[in-house]
């Protein structure tokens, strides 16, 4: 089955920081899509990015970028001089199977001012 | 742009009670999927429908039943509620996915918190 790892439980980064959010998949697919989402404190799950992994170039979005490596099967994702409101829980996600995603286990972002 | 509506927002429930919850996806989405998040937890894939049929089934108790309706809503019924039922429930939509897994984006509503005493 379809894994995700985020290693990273908890980080803590001061206000404009860069920080790198890792996320390492497994996966029996030669095709398949790899997600992120976030969760701020309010508790919505925010749809961020899908990508194919016939598409290894990275992507920018804003403040916002991931990595995709094959090579390493990871697909990590950069935000730029972070902020306070980035401060939530990010999950990376894949599907399974039948399972529509399988999500990590998040990495839980403190952005402190 | 309209999002995923979930109803109600909280739930307090005892022991053994029953609890429905309600989902509206976004408009001319025709498939959706529950999902349970214990506290501190990632997301845990319950089921999904599509087209008013079931058409994936994940770890879902057998006290827990659902449906999709004709106007693409879903209900989630849950009986015999247990203290470790107590999370948050999300419903997510999306477009014609097919059967058998999905690689379409799923757009998740704000969730409903189930609290069982």
């Known amino acids: 089955a379809q894994k995700v790892t985020q290693a990273q439980t908890e980080i803590s980064v001061v206000e404009k920081e860069d920080v790198t959010l890792d996320c390492v998949y497994e996966t029996r697919d030669t095709t398949y899509y790899l997600f992120w989402y976030k969760q701020p404190p309010s508790g919505e799950l925010v749809f961020l990015i899908r990508r194919n992994s016939f598409d290894e170039q990275n992507e920018i979005s804003g403040r916002y970028s991931w990595n995709f490596q094959k090579s390493t099967s990871s697909f990590n994702f950069t935000i730029t001089a972070s902020q306070v409101v980035d401060s939530a829980v990010y999950f990376c996600a894949l599907p399974s199977g039948n399972t529509p995603l399988v999500f990590g286990k998040g990495t839980r972002l403190s952005v402190i001012a | 742009a309209a999002g995923v509506i979930q109803s109600p927002r909280h739930l307090i429930k005892e022991k053994r009670e029953t609890a429905t919850l309600k989902c509206y996806p976004i408009?001319?989405?025709?498939?959706v999927y529950w999902y349970q998040q214990g506290p501190g937890q990632d997301p845990q894939f319950l089921i999904s429908f599509y087209e008013k049929m079931q058409s994936d089934k994940g770890s879902i108790p057998d006290r827990f039943s659902a449906q999709q309706f004709s106007d693409y809503h879903s209900e989630l019924n849950m009986s015999s509620l247990e203290l470790g039922d107590s999370a948050l429930y999300f419903c997510?939509?999306?477009?014609?996915?097919?059967?058998?897994?999905?690689?379409?984006?799923?757009?998740f509503g704000s969730g409903t918190q189930l609290s069982v005493l």
């Open positions: 997510a939509s999306s477009l014609n996915p097919g059967q058998g897994g999905t690689n379409e984006k799923l757009f």
């Open positions: 408009p001319r989405h025709d498939t």
